[in-house]
């Protein structure tokens, strides 16, 4: 009934379908295939994850191996251990708090409300001491954890988000120090970027964690997370700053002479006019610099911290679960694409948000 | 009219602008050669010449969006120099309206209209909203003030940007070609808003090749050519008796078809 009433509808789009799908015999055969290589795929992580799979903490090998699926067991086992790494045991619902805290602050700036210096610098400002106060302890009767001992989860969360707050304003100022009027102050910056870009970040952690305390005096050596978080930040600064100047190219240079004629410092014809434009052009290359830095978060094992893919090394490291790494994996990966696929959602939505209105250029 | 508070630096009793011994170089070429220029309050001006004269050039110089060599330029007795000061105090009194309009894509009608009077003139937003209204219906068109200017005909968004300078409630207008990227027929909407400013008395410095505009409003009509003013005279003379060669070979040009 809703098919005769929709003229055309659902049949221009089986026609569609048809045309696209079916058109020529290879284009059958090529359908045909697909399908079957999905069905296969599907049936098998069905049969694998769920329909012969152990669930629940009391599986252990002997059962799990029994069924022949996946052993959930380990997760529901290990699970502390992934999400926590070797934060001490009683301590960890500060680590799962903190893990809400820093969930609140990524939330609370990706509303476009919150956007403005005050309230960005607010939440970011109480976000970290409510973070720090939960995770380091020492104070308010909590029991002191040094940051040796974070892991899992939060470390994760907190390295991402501290390399976008430190890392985003240290872009921007890179950028607009790229294009300074001045030439020396331009070709310097030019330069920094380009050395810090050419350098793998890998050296650059590195650098920080066990160089930089033999060259820096002592008041300013600082604990080993802050040099090395300090260098991710620098690292994402320097590729955002491209990106960001990859932005100012796009934009006419009429506008700038607009708002020069109004009378507009540089501070706001910076603030208001030039910036927007450009984060509006470089967007979808900033959502996914994003989304490379919170990959690369799991690079801080190599200088001794255990985030979420450590952690998660270590819960089958113990005998009894050698045999299911590849549940944690899975575990894990379902947590990373759950960030990531919802980076990538907000930038659509951003996107979207940002071409209201822009029906010409 | 509002109760827009003037720095009160400017002197009103002295000309509008005086530029004297103007020399401006791109390199080695020689943009602007010796320009001497005075504009009296109220006084509207066309500035007409072949394309690379160096009108753009000229008119650039006074809201400093060029910087000139050598010469000097005075706004109401202000000198525009080094002092970055002056250069504020003159953008804030000397409005521009472009060729290709320059709106800001990423804001409406009326925030393109208010940004500038809250955070240069620093008045409240609703007073900044008051005075965008009352410029948009001048333009004719108050009904878009929520549209974004990507929404907007060429002729729509050129009487935007006029609203966006008068909203500064500037002493000056300056227009480089306002009507040079627009179709034929969106041309007289926006020549009619000039008009009625001119008749109003804003003093004015338009750059323009509409001679129609011209002979209807302007005091002056200069013509420059190749980094110079050629000449200068009231409309009936400079349309009548033109006095140069060069003069009368582009105004055979421009009116000639
Ligand atoms: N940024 C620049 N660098 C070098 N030369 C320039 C620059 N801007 C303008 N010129 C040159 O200065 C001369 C005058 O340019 P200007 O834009 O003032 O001309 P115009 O009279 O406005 O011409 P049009 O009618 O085409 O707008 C031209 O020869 C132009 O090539
Ligand atoms: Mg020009």
Redesign the pocket.
Known sequence: MTASSLPGGQSARLRRLRRDYFGSPLAVLMTLLSAAVIAWIGWFLLDWGVIRATFGADGTQETCVAHGGACWSVIAVRWRVILFGIYPYEEQWRSALACVVVGVVILLSCLPRMWSFGRLALVWVLGTVIFYTLMRGGVLGLVPVNEQQWGGLPLTLFIFVATGIIGMPLAIGLALLRRSEYPVIARVTGWIIDTIRSLPLLSILFTCAIVLPFMLPGFLIGEKLYRVLFGAALFFAAYQAEIIRGGFQGIPKGQEEAAKALGLTYWHRTFRIVLPQAFRLALPATINQFVIAFMETSLIVVVGFMELLAAGNTAFKTGEWKFAYAEVYVFIAAIYFAFVFGLSRYGAYLEARMNVGHRKD | MSAIARTNVMDLTAPAIEITDLNKY??T?H?LRSINLTVSKGEKVVVC?P???????MIRCINQLEEHDSGAIRVFGTQLDDNLGSIDEIRREVGMVFQQFNLFPHMTVLENCTLAPMLVRKISRAEAEATAMRYLEKVRIPDQAQKFPGQLSGGQQQRVAIARALCMQPEILLFD?PTSALDPEMIAEVLDVMVTLAQEGMTMVC?THEMGFARKVADRVIF?DKGEIIEEAPPEEFFGQPKSDRTRLFLSQVLGH
């Not at chain 2, 394309?51 to 050039?57: E, Q, Y």
């Open positions: 791109y390199g070429f943009a010449g394309s690379g004269s160096g009108k753009s050039t070609e750059v420059m």
